[in-house]
């Protein structure tokens, strides 16, 4: 029993840390597509008085990646409905050149108010509407969302990494009389910590196969029967095997560092 | 310079330096030299002892073990040196979680024997201090005088250059003694292996010419 403790007080924290990092890969791959939407879907509505090329506006601001005319029939048609044709054709003459123009990049405010007065200086380009308000709060709120995630995910992190450690320590002082004996007969550092790495290492290892576990359940089982949109269409991005390895590096590497710290910070032996 | 230990104005100091518990000594020790070490409790001898393996720093003075200076060692040579020291406490210092036959072997798992030739090495060692039937046994299930002899073989495994014993026969019975002595005479005959012993009382059994230093009032003075 008192086995079993021992090694659920050092594999639960270190699941914590699994299950935080596996949570975000996820997270970043399920989202990514919608992130993506966010960055590029937006555009900003150019009009000038004669037609442009996309020459012409990158000329302006290396910002702009695409170019798109509004089919000015089109508008005119349903601006001037029920009007003669030779109104229609008048109204046509009359109308200004419309663009929907597309960016590179995810610009903040000012960088577009930027690009907007780039195109304004202009004499041919009559009006540049940016819609930065709007747009710029969908993409911060999911980035704000995204850094909350990271933070808590850090959080958890560190207060788990403090819990190896402590536990590592009762194993230290569980184990510290044969070390000190070992040390004494010149056994070298990595012999004395032999047994906690062994063990550390183990655990590592059985982290890692529970936050899997955990994953698969949600991917294979779960995710088909939740009724969520997008957890069906992105199923295949749940859990992929390369996490898997991920995970392990990471545990492992955790493992090593809480062992040597542990095994570090004792002075020499004192009896 | 056949000196396996020498020691000039040595002074040891526990509390950083400020509880001086030995001052001033001066003596060498020659291969193949049998060392009695006696004083009062609380002289001193175990202090001693303790910075011949290297446990405690001199404070003053020149302290050279195997060759090596102990005052400016690094931990990676004190780990070699250790490995030439077969060191013998008074509580035994077996590792409990161990077998017997695990125990005795433990120089030789840390000089990178095979198993194979652990398992051989345990059996003679055992031979030797009469333990043969108790290999696979915890030292827990022994008696005082059964781990010391474990204890015994354990610094006996390697053929050690020098072997420190701390009170070995402290309070064990007269027959787990006796095998004590035997073998400590024996390696010291045979192998001239270097000893010296911390003991309240010199055996009277004792066949080896042998050297005898007293510890008192923090100096360490020879008796001829
Ligand atoms: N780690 C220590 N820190 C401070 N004082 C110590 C320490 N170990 C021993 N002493 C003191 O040093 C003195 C000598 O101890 P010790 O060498 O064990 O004596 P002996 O073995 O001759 O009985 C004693 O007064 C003891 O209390
Ligand atoms: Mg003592």
Request: aromatic share 12%.
């Given at each position: 029993?008192?086995?079993?403790?021992?090694?659920?007080?050092?594999?639960?924290?270190?699941?914590?840390?699994?299950?935080?990092?596996?949570?975000?890969?996820?997270?970043?791959?399920?989202?990514?597509?919608?992130?993506?939407?966010?960055?590029?879907?937006?555009?900003?509505?150019?009009?000038?008085?004669?037609?442009?090329?996309?020459?012409?506006?990158?000329?302006?601001?290396?910002?702009?990646?695409?170019?798109?005319?509004?089919?000015?029939?089109?508008?005119?048609?349903?601006?001037?409905?029920?009007?003669?044709?030779q109104s229609k054709k008048e109204i046509l003459a009359a109308l200004p050149y419309f663009y929907n123009v597309g960016l590179d990049s995810y610009l903040g405010t000012s960088a577009l108010e930027k690009i907007k007065k780039d195109l304004e200086k202009d004499s041919n380009?009559?009006?540049?509407?940016?819609?930065?308000?709007?747009?710029?709060?969908?993409?911060?709120?999911?980035?704000?969302?995204?850094?909350?995630?990271?933070?808590?995910?850090?959080?958890?992190?560190?207060?788990?990494?403090?819990?190896?450690?402590?536990?590592?320590e009762?194993?230290?002082?569980?184990?510290?009389?044969?070390?000190?004996?070992?040390?004494?007969?010149?056994?070298?550092?990595?012999?004395?910590?032999?047994?906690?790495?062994?063990?550390?290492?183990?655990?590592?290892?059985?982290?890692?196969?529970?936050?899997?576990a955990v994953f698969l359940y949600v991917k294979f089982v779960w995710a088909a029967q939740s009724g969520i949109d997008l957890m069906m269409q992105k199923q295949d991005d749940l859990f992929k095997m390369t996490d898997m390895a991920i995970l392990l590096g990471v545990a492992l590497l955790l493992v090593i560092v809480a062992v040597y710290t542990v095994v570090f910070s004792s002075k020499g032996v004192q009896e | 310079m056949s000196n396996v230990i020498s020691a000039k104005n040595l002074t040891l100091a526990y509390d950083n330096g400020r509880k001086e518990i030995i001052k001033n000594a001066s003596f060498n020790i020659k291969k193949g030299d049998f060392v009695f070490i006696t004083g009062p409790s609380g002289s001193g001898k175990s202090t001693l002892l303790k910075s011949l393996y290297g446990q405690l720093k001199p404070k003053e003075g020149n302290l050279v073990v195997g060759g090596r200076d102990l005052a400016n060692i690094s931990s990676r040579q004190l780990q070699e040196l250790r490995t030439h020291m077969g060191i013998i406490f008074q509580d035994y210092k077996l590792i409990n979680e161990w077998t017997v036959a695990k125990n005795v072997v433990l120089p030789l798992m840390i000089a990178g024997y095979s198993l194979d030739v652990q398992e051989t090495q345990a059996h003679r060692l055992l031979k030797h201090v009469k333990l043969s039937e108790h290999a696979d046994k915890y030292p827990l299930e022994l008696s005082g005088g059964e781990q010391q002899r474990v204890g015994v073989a354990r610094a006996l495994a390697k053929n050690p250059v020098v072997i420190l014993a701390d009170e070995p026969t402290g309070n064990l019975d007269d027959y787990s003694s006796n095998?004590?002595?035997?073998?400590?005479?024996?390696?010291?005959?045979?192998?001239?292996?270097?000893?010296?012993?911390?003991?309240?009382?010199?055996?009277?059994?004792?066949?080896?010419?042998?050297?005898?230093?007293?510890?008192?009032?923090?100096?360490?003075?020879?008796?001829?």
């Open positions: 029993m008192k086995f079993i403790k021992n090694h659920l007080m050092f594999i639960l924290p270190l699941m914590a840390i699994l299950l935080g990092i596996e949570f975000y890969l996820v997270f970043d791959r399920t989202t990514d597509s919608y992130e993506k939407g966010l960055k590029e879907g937006y555009t900003m509505l150019v009009v000038t008085k004669k037609p442009v090329t996309l020459q012409k506006l990158k000329q302006l601001n290396p910002h702009i990646a695409t170019l798109e005319a509004i089919k000015r029939e089109q508008i005119v048609s349903e601006v001037a409905q029920g009007v003669s044709k380009i009559k009006r540049v509407e940016t819609f930065g308000s709007s747009y710029s709060s969908a993409y911060r709120l999911f980035a704000f969302i995204k850094f909350l995630l990271k933070v808590f995910i850090g959080f958890m992190g560190i207060v788990s990494l403090f819990l190896i450690i402590k536990q590592m009762i194993w230290k002082y569980a184990h510290r009389e044969r070390m000190q004996v070992m040390e004494i007969f010149g056994a070298p550092l990595m012999l004395r910590a032999g047994v906690l790495f062994k063990v550390a290492i183990f655990d590592a290892f059985i982290a890692t196969l529970l936050t899997s | 095998v004590i002595w035997d073998l400590m005479e024996n390696a010291c005959q045979q192998l001239e292996t270097t000893v010296l012993v911390v003991t309240h009382k010199i055996p009277t059994i004792f066949s080896l010419p042998y050297r005898h230093f007293i510890i008192e009032s923090k100096g360490v003075y020879e008796v001829h």
